[in-house]
Every structure is written in C-alpha cells, then in structure tokens.
C-alpha cells in the first residue's frame, strides 16, 4: 500500500539512482536515505566508474558531486549529454553562483549545495523522475490539461519543461 502512495507521488520504487561522489559519507548516508524511500542505489567514487557502469547500463537517473578525482561531475555530464537526457543533479560543495550557472547551462537539471537537507534532495529527484516519466510516456495521465504543450497562434507553451516560444 505504501508503495502504490509513493509510486502515486511519482517516486517509482524500482527507480534506479546512481550516486557519484567521492566523500564516503555521503555516499553511504544518502544512498540508505534513498533506498528507506524504495530507490534501487548504485554508488560510484569517481566519475570515470560512474561512465564506466554507465556504458554498460544507464540508471533512470544522476545525483553527481562536481569535485572528485579522475573525472569530474562536469566532464561526466557532458560525456552523458552526449548520449542520454536522463536527469542529473548536482549535489555539491562548490557555491559559486557562477559554477551553478554553468552546471545548469552544461544540462544538469538541478544543483543542490552541500550542506544539504536529505529530504529536500529526495524530493528534488521524485520530482525529476516524476517529469521524466511523463514526457517518456511511462505514467497513466502523462498527457493531461496540466502537462500538455499548448499552442496558440506563435505561443507554444510547454509546461513540463517549463517554457514558453
């Protein structure tokens, strides 16, 4: 029952979420944070490991940290960009305006600044993989008057994606 109230909530238990960081306690809080809440968790140190799995199977989505050894967030997302639009978030301890900008220009779908609240973080992915889900058609009433791209005239508004040309 309370899988069928999550999965309502867009958090589809069997999401699989990799966590790439190299500080060891966050990848240990967060990925048991994760899988309390019925996320699958697969954990990486480095970016390179992370491409290296990646390469083999993708997860339904990234929460990356910026500064790590080998391969940084940075470069990992944009190797990922170049084959996937899953959804990434930066979880990071750099705090400059302008490394958020750039993080987010670079395709990330969200940055989220160490220290930070574990509840806030899952609710950022549930929100990530419940938009996800509906513009890949995986979820009854993907299409519904809240969700659907409206055109009127040389107005095209897209509410999932949050836009408007």
């Given at each position: 029952?309370n899988?069928q109230?999550?999965?309502?909530?867009?958090?589809?238990?069997?999401?699989?979420?990799a966590?790439?960081?190299d500080d060891?306690?966050?990848?240990?809080?967060?990925?048991?944070?994760?899988?309390?809440?019925g996320?699958?968790?697969?954990?990486y140190n480095?970016?390179?490991?992370?491409l290296?799995?990646?390469?083999?199977?993708?997860?339904d989505?990234?929460v990356?940290?910026?500064k790590?050894?080998?391969?940084?967030?940075?470069d990992?997302?944009?190797?990922?960009?170049q084959?996937?639009?899953?959804?990434?978030?930066?979880?990071?301890s750099?705090?400059?305006e302008?490394?958020?900008?750039?993080?987010?220009?670079?395709?990330?779908?969200d940055?989220?600044?160490?220290?930070?609240?574990q509840?806030?973080?899952?609710?950022?992915?549930?929100?990530?993989?419940r938009?996800?889900?509906a513009?890949?058609?995986?979820?009854e009433g993907a299409?519904?008057?809240?969700t659907?791209?409206?055109?009127?005239?040389n107005?095209?508004?897209?509410?999932?994606?949050?836009?408007v040309?």
């Amino acid at each position: 029952k309370n899988r069928q109230k999550l999965s309502r909530l867009g958090a589809n238990p069997m999401s699989k979420i990799a966590l790439v960081d190299d500080d060891r306690n966050i990848l240990t809080s967060v990925s048991m944070t994760l899988e309390a809440e019925g996320f699958e968790v697969e954990t990486y140190n480095d970016g390179q490991a992370a491409l290296d799995a990646f390469n083999k199977k993708l997860p339904d989505m990234a929460v990356l940290d910026i500064k790590m050894p080998r391969m940084d967030g940075m470069d990992l997302l944009q190797r990922l960009r170049q084959k996937t639009q899953m959804p990434v978030i930066f979880l990071t301890s750099k705090d400059d305006e302008i490394d958020e900008v750039l993080g987010l220009r670079m395709g990330a779908d969200d940055y989220v600044k160490k220290p930070f609240s574990q509840r806030l973080l899952v609710e950022r992915i549930r929100a990530l993989l419940r938009r996800q889900e509906a513009i890949s058609g995986d979820t009854e009433g993907a299409a519904t008057p809240e969700t659907k791209v409206m055109d009127r005239g040389n107005l095209r508004m897209d509410p999932l994606r949050h836009s408007v040309s």
